[in-house]
């Protein structure tokens, strides 16, 4: 008997190493396909899945939820969540976004579907490994990431008109910092109203070649300037009916290192660039035009007082509008933001 227990004991310690070998070589051989392009196997696949939602499930069953039917901290989690999550995460009408397709596993579109509060706030907060999901309790309190658990209860129930309304009355984001240039330290991902620094208002991250007036003057296009000045009036009191009229609808809008058609302007962004504009105060510095036939291009500089991680800052603003003759009238064809911090004297 102590002989076949022993025997027994040989053959599994020898099948495990077996085991153990194969595995490392394997490993080592790279011939698994880490590529984002190519799926998991389904039995690996099958366990990395199961082990996630026990995880989750297991990590936040003690977390103790607090009233999320506060309309403040609603409106705060609308703010974060366009600033932070759309892009992957997607919103009411959007369909898909430029990073997402490539993300694998495929994030789940939050518009439509409801996570269960503790286990909202526990991934928020800590994030998934091996995943596109990052840990933002690192750059985030617990009230902050509450607020974006008490958004994701009422999101997919909202049109895309609601969640349009609902961001543009939300608060400035000051959680939002700016990077070393005076760019949204955010991927755009930005994208959202918040006064530490919006990618538009009028402005994307800065970048190494800045927006050139080169070539303009002064009242070189008065009917194109007219035209420019409106539209930036339109956004500063918030009258997007205003803002739209003045788009062509072949329009090209540059934010945040992404081109937007109209539509896709009118469905997001533009909801955030007046919330944005709320807080800000701006200061025309420059604007100049330069007549093409048919086109022209308006070329403007101004400077905005916005809060960067919490501090007065003044930031420059530069807009670039290419626009094309419409009958009697001017229509915007393409919009290029960019804005870059001003050193302090």
Not at 4 to 22: D, M, R, S
Not at 221 to 234: D, I, K, N, S, T
Not at 293 to 302: F, I, K, L, P
Request: charged fraction near 20%.
């Amino acid at each position: 008997m102590k002989q076949q227990i022993k025997q027994h004991g040989i053959t599994v310690a020898v099948v495990l190493g077996v085991f153990v070998i194969g595995a490392g070589v394997f490993v080592y051989s790279g011939r698994y396909d880490m590529g984002a392009d190519a799926p998991h196997t389904k039995p690996v696949f099958a366990v990395m899945q199961a082990m996630r939602e026990r995880s989750i499930e297991v990590h936040s069953k003690d977390i103790q939820v607090p009233n999320l039917n506060d309309e403040q901290l609603i409106l705060k989690g609308a703010g974060q969540y366009a600033a932070m999550c759309t892009e992957c995460h997607l919103k009411p009408g959007m369909k898909d976004s430029e990073i997402r397709p490539g993300l694998y596993p495929q994030p789940p579109n939050l518009s439509q579907v409801r996570v269960a509060p503790k286990e909202a706030f526990w991934v928020i907060k800590h994030g998934i490994k091996m995943s596109a999901m990052p840990a933002w309790g690192l750059s985030h309190d617990d009230p902050t990431i509450w607020s974006m658990v008490a958004f994701l209860q009422k999101l997919p129930d909202m049109t895309p008109a609601q969640y349009r309304d609902m961001v543009a009355k939300a608060p400035p984001d000051e959680d939002m910092d700016m990077d070393d240039e005076g760019g949204h330290s955010h991927s755009r991902a930005a994208t959202a109203a918040d006064s530490d620094a919006h990618e538009h208002a009028a402005g994307t991250p800065a970048v190494e070649t800045p927006l050139s007036m080169e070539g303009m003057k002064p009242n070189a296009a008065p009917a194109a300037e007219a035209v420019a000045r409106a539209f930036q009036a339109a956004l500063q009191r918030g009258d997007r009916a205003a803002v739209l009229a003045l788009l062509a609808p072949d329009v090209s809008i540059s934010e945040g290192g992404q081109t937007q058609t109209r539509d896709d302007y009118a469905s997001g962004h533009l909801g955030e660039d007046i919330a944005f504009l709320k807080t800000a105060r701006i200061t025309p510095v420059s604007l100049g035009s330069m007549p093409m036939g048919d086109t022209a291009m308006v070329g403007s500089e101004s400077d905005m007082q916005a809060t960067v991680k919490g501090k007065p800052a003044t930031l420059r603003s530069r807009e670039m509008l290419n626009l094309r003759k419409d009958g009697d009238s001017w229509k915007i064809v393409s919009i290029q933001w960019q804005t870059t911090p001003v050193p302090e004297k």
